[in-house]
Protein backbone atom coordinates (compact mmCIF):
# COMPACT_ATOMS: atom_id res chain seq x y z
CA UNK A 1 0.00 0.00 0.00
CA UNK A 2 1.58 3.54 -1.03
CA UNK A 3 1.48 5.90 1.93
CA UNK A 4 -0.13 9.85 0.60
CA UNK A 5 0.39 12.94 2.90
CA UNK A 6 -2.08 15.21 1.50
CA UNK A 7 -1.84 19.04 2.04
CA UNK A 8 -4.74 21.16 0.15
CA UNK A 9 -8.03 23.14 0.30
CA UNK A 10 -11.13 21.17 1.96
CA UNK A 11 -12.73 20.69 -1.16
CA UNK A 12 -9.91 18.38 -2.58
CA UNK A 13 -8.83 16.61 0.70
CA UNK A 14 -12.63 16.06 1.18
CA UNK A 15 -12.51 14.51 -2.46
CA UNK A 16 -9.44 12.41 -2.03
CA UNK A 17 -10.55 10.83 1.02
CA UNK A 18 -14.07 9.74 -0.63
CA UNK A 19 -12.46 8.59 -3.81
CA UNK A 20 -9.65 6.64 -2.15
CA UNK A 21 -12.41 4.80 0.38
CA UNK A 22 -14.65 4.08 -2.46
CA UNK A 23 -12.42 3.19 -5.11
CA UNK A 24 -8.76 1.71 -3.78
CA UNK A 25 -7.49 0.23 -1.67
CA UNK A 26 -4.33 0.63 -2.68
CA UNK A 27 -3.51 4.77 -0.81
CA UNK A 28 -3.59 5.16 2.14
CA UNK A 29 -3.84 9.26 2.74
CA UNK A 30 -2.67 11.10 5.43
CA UNK A 31 -3.75 15.20 6.10
CA UNK A 32 -1.12 17.97 6.99
CA UNK A 33 -2.40 21.24 7.89
CA UNK A 34 0.30 22.96 6.10
CA UNK A 35 3.61 22.58 3.89
CA UNK A 36 5.93 22.49 7.16
CA UNK A 37 4.09 19.76 8.72
CA UNK A 38 3.91 17.85 5.16
CA UNK A 39 7.63 17.46 5.89
CA UNK A 40 6.73 16.00 9.55
CA UNK A 41 4.27 13.61 8.52
CA UNK A 42 6.02 12.77 5.82
CA UNK A 43 8.92 11.66 7.76
CA UNK A 44 6.63 9.85 10.82
CA UNK A 45 4.86 7.50 8.16
CA UNK A 46 7.79 6.67 5.71
CA UNK A 47 5.40 8.76 2.86
CA UNK A 48 5.60 7.07 -0.50
CA UNK A 49 3.98 10.02 -1.95
CA UNK A 50 3.24 14.38 -1.00
CA UNK A 51 0.56 15.43 -2.69
CA UNK A 52 0.03 19.31 -2.15
CA UNK A 53 -1.71 22.20 -3.81
CA UNK A 54 -0.23 25.16 -4.98
CA UNK A 55 -1.25 28.02 -2.66
CA UNK A 56 0.13 31.60 -2.09
CA UNK A 57 2.38 32.82 -0.71
CA UNK A 58 4.60 30.34 -3.25
CA UNK A 59 7.53 30.88 -0.65
CA UNK A 60 5.78 28.50 1.87
CA UNK A 61 6.55 26.00 -1.19
CA UNK A 62 10.30 26.82 -1.39
CA UNK A 63 10.38 26.32 2.16
CA UNK A 64 8.88 23.17 2.31
CA UNK A 65 11.31 22.03 -0.56
CA UNK A 66 14.66 23.22 1.83
CA UNK A 67 12.87 21.34 4.83
CA UNK A 68 12.30 17.76 2.55
CA UNK A 69 16.01 18.31 0.97
CA UNK A 70 17.36 18.30 4.92
CA UNK A 71 14.95 15.67 5.82
CA UNK A 72 16.56 13.45 3.60
CA UNK A 73 13.50 11.55 2.56
CA UNK A 74 12.64 11.49 -1.23
CA UNK A 75 8.95 10.78 -1.91
CA UNK A 76 7.54 10.99 -5.19
CA UNK A 77 6.07 14.45 -5.24
CA UNK A 78 2.91 16.13 -7.27
CA UNK A 79 1.91 19.32 -7.24
CA UNK A 80 -1.40 20.77 -8.22
CA UNK A 81 -3.21 24.35 -8.99
CA UNK A 82 -6.40 25.26 -10.57
CA UNK A 83 -6.31 27.52 -13.23
CA UNK A 84 -9.62 28.12 -14.17
CA UNK A 85 -12.98 27.25 -12.86
CA UNK A 86 -12.76 23.86 -14.34
CA UNK A 87 -9.28 22.97 -14.87
CA UNK A 88 -6.01 21.93 -13.24
CA UNK A 89 -2.74 21.65 -13.92
CA UNK A 90 0.02 19.56 -11.97
CA UNK A 91 3.38 18.17 -12.08
CA UNK A 92 4.75 15.34 -10.92
CA UNK A 93 8.43 14.12 -10.10
CA UNK A 94 9.87 12.11 -12.94
CA UNK A 95 10.21 8.34 -12.47
CA UNK A 96 11.57 5.10 -13.97
CA UNK A 97 8.56 2.95 -13.29
CA UNK A 98 5.57 3.92 -15.89
CA UNK A 99 3.17 2.08 -14.30
CA UNK A 100 3.88 4.01 -10.88
CA UNK A 101 3.37 7.03 -12.58
CA UNK A 102 0.76 6.56 -14.15
CA UNK A 103 -1.45 4.65 -11.46
CA UNK A 104 -0.72 7.98 -9.28
CA UNK A 105 -1.90 10.29 -12.70
CA UNK A 106 -5.01 8.13 -12.71
CA UNK A 107 -5.53 8.16 -8.89
CA UNK A 108 -5.18 11.63 -9.32
CA UNK A 109 -7.39 12.46 -12.50
CA UNK A 110 -10.62 10.36 -11.77
CA UNK A 111 -10.87 11.74 -8.04
CA UNK A 112 -11.32 15.32 -9.55
CA UNK A 113 -13.30 14.01 -12.56
CA UNK A 114 -16.95 15.27 -12.34
CA UNK A 115 -15.82 18.69 -11.90
CA UNK A 116 -12.25 19.60 -13.58
CA UNK A 117 -9.80 18.43 -16.40
CA UNK A 118 -6.28 17.63 -15.39
CA UNK A 119 -3.41 17.71 -17.32
CA UNK A 120 0.15 17.15 -16.39
CA UNK A 121 3.07 19.69 -17.12
CA UNK A 122 5.77 17.18 -17.73
CA UNK A 123 7.30 16.30 -21.17
CA UNK A 124 5.46 13.46 -23.49
CA UNK A 125 3.69 13.17 -26.39
CA UNK A 126 0.08 14.40 -25.26
CA UNK A 127 -1.06 17.93 -27.25
CA UNK A 128 -1.67 19.87 -23.48
CA UNK A 129 2.04 18.60 -22.10
CA UNK A 130 3.21 19.94 -25.55
CA UNK A 131 1.47 22.97 -25.53
CA UNK A 132 3.45 23.42 -21.88
CA UNK A 133 6.87 22.67 -23.10
CA UNK A 134 6.34 25.46 -26.14
CA UNK A 135 5.35 28.02 -23.08
CA UNK A 136 8.19 26.97 -21.43
CA UNK A 137 10.73 26.75 -24.58
CA UNK A 138 9.37 30.48 -25.25
CA UNK A 139 9.76 32.02 -21.58
CA UNK A 140 13.63 30.21 -21.89
CA UNK A 141 13.99 32.23 -25.18
CA UNK A 142 12.91 35.59 -23.45
CA UNK A 143 15.20 34.82 -20.47
CA UNK A 144 18.34 34.35 -22.88
CA UNK A 145 18.01 37.79 -24.31
CA UNK A 146 17.25 39.03 -20.84
CA UNK A 147 20.17 37.52 -20.12
CA UNK A 148 21.91 38.88 -22.23
CA UNK A 149 21.20 42.40 -21.44
CA UNK A 150 22.60 41.54 -17.95
CA UNK A 151 25.83 40.53 -19.74
CA UNK A 152 25.65 43.75 -22.17
CA UNK A 153 24.10 45.12 -24.92
CA UNK A 154 24.66 48.40 -26.86
CA UNK A 155 20.85 49.57 -27.67
CA UNK A 156 20.65 48.63 -31.45
CA UNK A 157 20.62 44.85 -29.97
CA UNK A 158 18.32 45.79 -27.23
CA UNK A 159 15.69 47.02 -29.51
CA UNK A 160 16.28 44.12 -31.20
CA UNK A 161 15.76 41.98 -28.45
CA UNK A 162 12.86 43.93 -26.96
CA UNK A 163 10.83 43.82 -30.65
CA UNK A 164 11.91 40.24 -31.25
CA UNK A 165 9.81 38.68 -27.47
CA UNK A 166 7.98 41.96 -26.53
CA UNK A 167 10.35 43.02 -23.44
CA UNK A 168 8.26 45.32 -21.05
CA UNK A 169 11.02 47.68 -20.95
CA UNK A 170 11.08 51.15 -20.94
CA UNK A 171 14.05 52.71 -23.34
CA UNK A 172 15.15 54.56 -20.20
CA UNK A 173 15.19 53.77 -16.66
CA UNK A 174 15.48 50.87 -14.77
CA UNK A 175 15.89 49.59 -11.13
CA UNK A 176 17.69 45.98 -10.80
CA UNK A 177 16.60 43.42 -7.75
CA UNK A 178 18.57 40.48 -7.29
CA UNK A 179 16.84 37.32 -5.10
CA UNK A 180 19.21 34.76 -3.88
CA UNK A 181 16.22 32.25 -3.42
CA UNK A 182 17.60 28.98 -1.99
CA UNK A 183 21.03 28.56 -1.15
CA UNK A 184 20.84 24.78 -1.50
CA UNK A 185 21.42 22.66 -4.74
CA UNK A 186 18.56 20.20 -4.76
CA UNK A 187 20.45 17.17 -5.04
CA UNK A 188 17.22 15.51 -6.87
CA UNK A 189 16.59 17.77 -9.55
CA UNK A 190 16.81 15.24 -12.71
CA UNK A 191 14.15 13.90 -11.22
CA UNK A 192 12.02 16.62 -9.52
CA UNK A 193 13.14 19.81 -12.26
CA UNK A 194 9.57 19.41 -13.86
CA UNK A 195 7.93 20.16 -10.30
CA UNK A 196 10.61 23.08 -9.67
CA UNK A 197 10.17 24.73 -13.07
CA UNK A 198 5.92 24.33 -12.18
CA UNK A 199 6.79 26.54 -8.70
CA UNK A 200 9.15 28.73 -10.02
CA UNK A 201 6.85 29.89 -12.75
CA UNK A 202 4.01 30.85 -10.25
CA UNK A 203 6.57 32.61 -8.26
CA UNK A 204 7.49 34.65 -11.56
CA UNK A 205 3.94 35.23 -11.74
CA UNK A 206 3.87 36.94 -8.24
CA UNK A 207 6.93 39.10 -9.28
CA UNK A 208 5.18 39.75 -12.18
CA UNK A 209 2.15 40.78 -10.63
CA UNK A 210 3.46 42.89 -8.08
CA UNK A 211 6.06 44.91 -10.94
CA UNK A 212 3.09 45.80 -13.12
CA UNK A 213 1.25 47.30 -10.33
CA UNK A 214 3.84 50.14 -10.26
CA UNK A 215 5.29 50.94 -14.09
CA UNK A 216 6.08 47.50 -15.28
CA UNK A 217 9.46 45.26 -15.96
CA UNK A 218 10.81 41.61 -16.24
CA UNK A 219 11.03 39.01 -13.70
CA UNK A 220 13.31 36.30 -14.72
CA UNK A 221 15.72 33.45 -13.36
CA UNK A 222 19.35 33.87 -14.29
CA UNK A 223 19.64 29.71 -12.71
CA UNK A 224 17.67 27.86 -11.00
CA UNK A 225 18.41 29.20 -7.65
CA UNK A 226 18.77 33.39 -9.05
CA UNK A 227 16.44 35.29 -9.72
CA UNK A 228 16.56 38.97 -11.19
CA UNK A 229 13.51 41.88 -11.18
CA UNK A 230 14.35 44.62 -13.77
CA UNK A 231 12.07 47.61 -13.41
CA UNK A 232 11.36 50.71 -15.36
CA UNK A 233 11.26 53.59 -13.65
CA UNK A 234 8.63 55.21 -11.72
CA UNK A 235 6.44 57.51 -13.96
CA UNK A 236 6.82 60.63 -11.54
CA UNK A 237 9.09 63.88 -11.08
CA UNK A 238 8.70 63.90 -7.47
CA UNK A 239 11.87 62.04 -5.48
CA UNK A 240 9.80 61.95 -2.38
CA UNK A 241 7.56 59.83 -4.51
CA UNK A 242 9.93 57.98 -6.25
CA UNK A 243 11.02 56.66 -2.65
CA UNK A 244 8.15 56.07 -1.28
CA UNK A 245 7.55 54.05 -4.34
CA UNK A 246 10.90 52.25 -4.05
CA UNK A 247 9.96 51.43 -0.28
CA UNK A 248 6.52 50.38 -1.01
CA UNK A 249 7.90 47.65 -3.98
CA UNK A 250 10.51 46.37 -2.23
CA UNK A 251 8.72 45.63 0.73
CA UNK A 252 5.94 43.90 -1.56
CA UNK A 253 8.87 42.08 -3.71
CA UNK A 254 10.55 41.16 -0.19
CA UNK A 255 7.48 39.45 1.10
CA UNK A 256 7.32 36.89 -2.22
CA UNK A 257 10.56 35.71 -1.59
CA UNK A 258 10.50 35.49 2.12
CA UNK A 259 11.65 32.19 2.20
CA UNK A 260 14.21 30.64 4.85
CA UNK A 261 17.15 31.15 2.17
CA UNK A 262 16.68 34.15 0.58
CA UNK A 263 19.13 36.78 0.10
CA UNK A 264 18.20 40.28 -1.28
CA UNK A 265 19.96 43.11 -2.87
CA UNK A 266 19.07 45.97 -4.85
CA UNK A 267 20.89 48.44 -7.70
CA UNK A 268 21.13 52.03 -7.71
CA UNK A 269 19.45 54.07 -10.12
CA UNK A 270 20.32 52.69 -13.89
CA UNK A 271 20.17 55.74 -16.41
CA UNK A 272 20.36 53.55 -19.75
CA UNK A 273 20.27 49.86 -21.21
CA UNK A 274 23.92 50.27 -21.70
CA UNK A 275 24.64 50.47 -17.65
CA UNK A 276 22.29 47.57 -16.88
CA UNK A 277 25.86 45.33 -16.88
CA UNK A 278 28.05 47.10 -13.88
CA UNK A 279 24.77 47.24 -12.09
CA UNK A 280 24.82 43.57 -12.47
CA UNK A 281 28.12 43.29 -11.60
CA UNK A 282 28.07 45.79 -8.60
CA UNK A 283 24.61 43.29 -6.93
CA UNK A 284 27.36 40.43 -7.14
CA UNK A 285 29.73 42.16 -4.75
CA UNK A 286 26.74 42.50 -2.39
CA UNK A 287 26.87 38.72 -1.96
CA UNK A 288 29.85 39.84 0.09
CA UNK A 289 28.22 41.88 2.76
CA UNK A 290 25.80 38.94 3.79
CA UNK A 291 28.00 38.40 6.89
CA UNK A 292 28.12 41.47 7.99
CA UNK A 293 24.35 42.41 6.87
CA UNK A 294 22.37 39.50 7.39
CA UNK A 295 19.17 41.16 8.79
CA UNK A 296 19.36 43.76 6.02
CA UNK A 297 15.79 44.66 4.31
CA UNK A 298 17.68 44.45 1.43
CA UNK A 299 20.92 45.52 0.43
CA UNK A 300 22.37 48.49 -1.40
CA UNK A 301 25.05 50.36 -2.13
CA UNK A 302 23.51 53.54 -0.48
CA UNK A 303 22.36 51.23 2.71
CA UNK A 304 26.12 50.07 2.69
CA UNK A 305 27.19 53.29 2.78
CA UNK A 306 24.67 54.44 5.65
CA UNK A 307 25.77 51.73 7.70
CA UNK A 308 29.81 51.50 6.84
CA UNK A 309 32.12 53.08 10.14
CA UNK A 310 35.82 54.05 10.05
CA UNK A 311 37.66 51.59 11.51
CA UNK A 312 38.87 53.22 14.91
CA UNK A 313 42.21 51.15 15.96
CA UNK A 314 42.36 52.28 19.62
CA UNK A 315 38.58 51.50 20.50
CA UNK A 316 39.33 48.29 19.12
CA UNK A 317 43.01 47.96 20.74
CA UNK A 318 41.59 49.31 23.98
CA UNK A 319 38.42 46.73 24.20
CA UNK A 320 40.37 43.69 23.17
CA UNK A 321 43.00 44.34 26.14
CA UNK A 322 40.04 45.10 28.43
CA UNK A 323 38.69 41.41 27.40
CA UNK A 324 42.00 39.99 27.83
CA UNK A 325 42.57 41.28 31.68
CA UNK A 326 38.97 39.70 32.33
CA UNK A 327 40.33 36.16 30.47
CA UNK A 328 43.35 36.62 32.48
CA UNK A 329 42.49 37.37 35.96
CA UNK A 330 38.45 37.82 36.26
CA UNK A 331 37.03 34.82 33.62
CA UNK A 332 33.96 34.71 35.44
CA UNK A 333 32.96 38.16 35.33
CA UNK A 334 29.76 38.52 33.28
CA UNK A 335 30.92 41.49 31.42
CA UNK A 336 33.29 39.72 29.53
CA UNK A 337 30.17 38.53 27.52
CA UNK A 338 28.88 42.64 27.19
CA UNK A 339 32.84 43.33 25.66
CA UNK A 340 32.81 40.65 23.16
CA UNK A 341 29.58 41.26 21.94
CA UNK A 342 30.79 45.55 21.88
CA UNK A 343 33.74 44.36 20.13
CA UNK A 344 31.87 41.84 17.47
CA UNK A 345 28.41 43.53 17.00
CA UNK A 346 29.11 47.47 17.89
CA UNK A 347 32.86 47.78 16.31
CA UNK A 348 33.40 45.23 13.71
CA UNK A 349 30.08 44.95 12.49
CA UNK A 350 29.80 48.19 11.37
CA UNK A 351 33.49 48.36 9.60
CA UNK A 352 31.98 45.73 7.15
CA UNK A 353 35.47 44.51 6.70
CA UNK A 354 36.56 40.94 6.93
CA UNK A 355 40.49 41.07 7.95
CA UNK A 356 39.11 43.37 11.60
CA UNK A 357 36.44 40.49 12.10
CA UNK A 358 39.58 37.61 11.89
CA UNK A 359 41.96 40.12 13.37
CA UNK A 360 39.26 40.08 16.84
CA UNK A 361 38.68 37.16 16.12
CA UNK A 362 42.65 34.94 16.24
CA UNK A 363 43.62 37.88 19.25
CA UNK A 364 40.81 36.62 22.13
CA UNK A 365 41.29 32.98 20.39
CA UNK A 366 44.84 33.27 21.24
CA UNK A 367 44.27 35.01 24.69
CA UNK A 368 42.16 31.78 25.88
CA UNK A 369 44.46 29.25 24.32
CA UNK A 370 47.53 30.61 25.98
CA UNK A 371 45.47 30.87 29.02
CA UNK A 372 43.82 27.56 29.30
CA UNK A 373 45.77 25.34 27.16
CA UNK A 374 44.82 22.16 26.48
CA UNK A 375 40.89 23.12 27.58
CA UNK A 376 39.79 26.24 25.22
CA UNK A 377 41.16 24.35 21.93
CA UNK A 378 38.36 20.88 22.69
CA UNK A 379 35.48 24.33 22.88
CA UNK A 380 36.77 27.16 20.36
CA UNK A 381 34.36 27.12 17.62
CA UNK A 382 35.49 26.08 13.50
CA UNK A 383 37.45 29.25 12.25
CA UNK A 384 35.71 30.04 9.21
CA UNK A 385 36.78 30.92 5.82
CA UNK A 386 34.95 33.32 3.83
CA UNK A 387 33.18 31.62 1.59
CA UNK A 388 31.55 29.81 4.76
CA UNK A 389 31.62 32.52 6.29
CA UNK A 390 28.94 33.73 3.28
CA UNK A 391 25.96 31.32 4.40
CA UNK A 392 26.62 32.71 8.03
CA UNK A 393 26.32 36.34 9.85
CA UNK A 394 28.48 37.90 12.63
CA UNK A 395 25.67 37.86 15.40
CA UNK A 396 25.82 33.77 14.77
CA UNK A 397 29.76 33.93 15.47
CA UNK A 398 29.41 36.11 18.00
CA UNK A 399 26.84 34.05 19.56
CA UNK A 400 28.93 30.59 18.88
CA UNK A 401 32.40 32.52 20.34
CA UNK A 402 30.53 33.21 23.75
CA UNK A 403 29.13 29.82 23.83
CA UNK A 404 32.48 28.55 23.41
CA UNK A 405 33.37 30.85 26.82
CA UNK A 406 29.99 29.56 28.39
CA UNK A 407 30.95 26.05 28.42
CA UNK A 408 34.54 26.42 28.81
CA UNK A 409 33.43 28.47 32.28
CA UNK A 410 31.38 25.25 32.76
CA UNK A 411 33.77 23.24 32.32
CA UNK A 412 36.61 24.81 34.24
CA UNK A 413 33.93 24.56 37.08
CA UNK A 414 33.17 21.72 36.98
CA UNK A 415 36.86 20.40 37.17
CA UNK A 416 38.58 22.82 39.10
CA UNK A 417 36.49 25.88 40.46
CA UNK A 418 33.75 24.45 41.60
CA UNK A 419 34.59 23.28 44.98
CA UNK A 420 30.92 23.23 46.88
CA UNK A 421 29.54 19.52 46.26
CA UNK A 422 26.06 21.23 46.08
CA UNK A 423 26.81 23.03 42.90
CA UNK A 424 28.44 19.93 41.51
CA UNK A 425 25.62 18.00 42.48
CA UNK A 426 23.26 20.62 40.80
CA UNK A 427 25.15 20.50 37.68
CA UNK A 428 24.99 16.66 37.45
CA UNK A 429 21.37 16.80 38.29
CA UNK A 430 21.03 18.85 35.37
CA UNK A 431 23.43 16.84 33.12
CA UNK A 432 20.87 13.85 33.71
CA UNK A 433 17.91 15.36 33.64
CA UNK A 434 17.62 18.43 31.26
CA UNK A 435 15.30 16.79 28.84
CA UNK A 436 12.65 16.60 31.89
CA UNK A 437 10.42 19.50 33.12
CA UNK A 438 13.05 20.58 35.75
CA UNK A 439 13.10 23.89 38.02
CA UNK A 440 15.48 25.42 40.63
CA UNK A 441 12.77 24.17 43.61
CA UNK A 442 13.11 20.51 41.96
CA UNK A 443 16.49 20.42 42.21
CA UNK A 444 17.25 22.49 45.45
CA UNK A 445 14.46 19.97 46.70
CA UNK A 446 16.40 16.83 44.94
CA UNK A 447 19.81 17.93 47.32
CA UNK A 448 17.86 19.12 50.19
CA UNK A 449 18.33 23.00 50.18
CA UNK A 450 16.56 26.40 49.89
CA UNK A 451 15.90 27.25 46.35
CA UNK A 452 17.28 30.99 47.23
CA UNK A 453 21.03 29.12 48.71
CA UNK A 454 21.06 27.10 45.52
CA UNK A 455 20.38 29.85 43.26
CA UNK A 456 23.00 31.83 45.13
CA UNK A 457 25.87 29.51 45.33
CA UNK A 458 25.34 28.80 41.27
CA UNK A 459 25.80 32.00 40.19
CA UNK A 460 28.76 32.49 42.38
CA UNK A 461 30.61 29.46 41.09
CA UNK A 462 29.54 29.82 37.68
CA UNK A 463 29.01 33.00 36.27
CA UNK A 464 25.20 32.50 35.26
CA UNK A 465 22.08 31.57 37.31
CA UNK A 466 20.95 28.33 37.07
CA UNK A 467 17.73 28.91 34.46
CA UNK A 468 20.54 29.84 32.59
CA UNK A 469 22.48 27.26 32.96
CA UNK A 470 19.82 24.90 32.37
CA UNK A 471 18.64 26.77 28.95
CA UNK A 472 22.10 26.85 27.72
CA UNK A 473 22.89 23.27 28.22
CA UNK A 474 19.30 22.23 26.43
CA UNK A 475 20.25 24.62 23.28
CA UNK A 476 23.96 23.10 23.87
CA UNK A 477 22.55 19.67 22.82
CA UNK A 478 19.57 21.31 20.54
CA UNK A 479 22.60 22.12 18.33
CA UNK A 480 23.63 18.81 18.33
CA UNK A 481 20.78 17.11 17.76
CA UNK A 482 20.26 19.62 14.73
CA UNK A 483 23.53 19.38 13.13
CA UNK A 484 23.50 15.38 13.26
CA UNK A 485 20.02 13.98 13.38
CA UNK A 486 17.31 13.74 10.98
CA UNK A 487 14.58 14.06 12.94
CA UNK A 488 11.81 16.95 13.02
CA UNK A 489 12.52 19.80 14.85
CA UNK A 490 9.70 18.96 17.45
CA UNK A 491 10.93 15.89 17.92
CA UNK A 492 14.34 17.58 18.76
CA UNK A 493 12.69 20.10 21.09
CA UNK A 494 11.16 17.49 23.37
CA UNK A 495 14.09 15.40 23.43
CA UNK A 496 15.85 18.51 25.12
CA UNK A 497 13.23 19.35 27.50
CA UNK A 498 10.72 21.63 25.55
CA UNK A 499 7.38 20.66 25.32
CA UNK A 500 6.39 23.71 23.20
CA UNK A 501 7.43 24.29 19.73
CA UNK A 502 7.49 27.91 19.47
CA UNK A 503 8.86 28.54 22.89
CA UNK A 504 11.69 26.55 22.16
CA UNK A 505 11.98 28.22 18.35
CA UNK A 506 11.87 31.57 20.29
CA UNK A 507 14.75 30.74 22.91
CA UNK A 508 16.73 29.26 20.73
CA UNK A 509 16.44 32.01 18.36
CA UNK A 510 17.32 34.65 21.25
CA UNK A 511 20.35 32.82 22.17
CA UNK A 512 21.69 31.45 18.97
CA UNK A 513 20.83 34.32 16.73
CA UNK A 514 18.99 32.09 14.39
CA UNK A 515 16.02 29.34 14.03
CA UNK A 516 16.44 25.99 14.57
CA UNK A 517 15.56 25.16 10.93
CA UNK A 518 17.87 27.71 10.05
CA UNK A 519 20.91 26.45 12.20
CA UNK A 520 19.81 22.94 11.27
CA UNK A 521 20.41 24.04 7.39
CA UNK A 522 23.60 26.07 7.64
CA UNK A 523 25.23 23.09 9.44
CA UNK A 524 24.10 20.91 7.12
CA UNK A 525 24.72 22.98 4.26
CA UNK A 526 27.67 20.93 3.33
CA UNK A 527 26.13 17.56 2.54
CA UNK A 528 24.29 19.44 -0.20
CA UNK A 529 26.06 21.98 -2.24
Not at 281 to 302: G, P, W
Request: net charge neutral; charged share 20%; with cysteine.
Amino acid sequence: MLKVVLHAEDEFVNRFYKFSMQNTKDLSISYADSYESCVKKAMEIHADIIVIQLLHPIFKIQNFFCDLLLSRIVPTLLIFNVIAENQIICSLTSHQDRQYVNKIKLFFSQAISNDYYCYFANMDNREESNLIMTARINRLEKSEYLHEILRGVVNSEFQYYKKKTSLNLNNGGYYLYMYDLMKLEYSDHNFNKNVYYFVGDEILKEFQTVIDAYSGGEVFYVNPLLLCVLINDFKTTSQASKQTSLFDITNRLNNIANCKTAFRYMSGYIENIENIRAAYESLQDLKTYNFFCHDARVITQEYLRAIRREIDYTLVDKTIREIKELIKYDFLNPKLNVLIKKLFLHIVKPSLNYNLYYYCYTALSTALEDKYIGTYSKEEPENLSPSKLFYTSIEQECHKFIQSIDLLKSELSNKSAVTNSIVMQAIEFIHQHYMEDITVNMIAAHLNVSHSYLSQIVKKALGISIIKYIIAYRIEKAETLLSSSNEPIYTIAAKVGFFEGRHFSKTFKKITGTTPMQYKKQNSKANYI
